[in-house]
């Protein structure tokens, strides 16, 4: 499922301490696109994963692909 930077993702199945270690890594994410430290990561896709006895969130950075001329 993809999130928008605004949108706040649903983060309720995990643990508090994991939820507040999710959501400061998504704040890190955001400020280092604001500083051009990411500059082709496009937006960030989050995925829950695990049973309902043993969940967690997969996280991965969604990159724009550059357009390589074939020689």
Known sequence: ????AKSQP????LPLTTQQQVQDMLVYIQNQKQLQQL???????LG????VE???????LVV????????
């Open 64 to 71: 724009l692909k550059k357009n390589v001329g074939v020689l």
């Open 39 to 45: 500059p082709r990561v496009d937006g960030i896709r």
């Open 1 to 4: 499922m993809l999130r928008r």
């Open 54 to 60: 043993s969940c967690g969130i997969g996280i991965q």
């Open 10 to 13: 649903d983060l309720s199945f």
């Open 48 to 51: 829950r994963i695990g049973t």
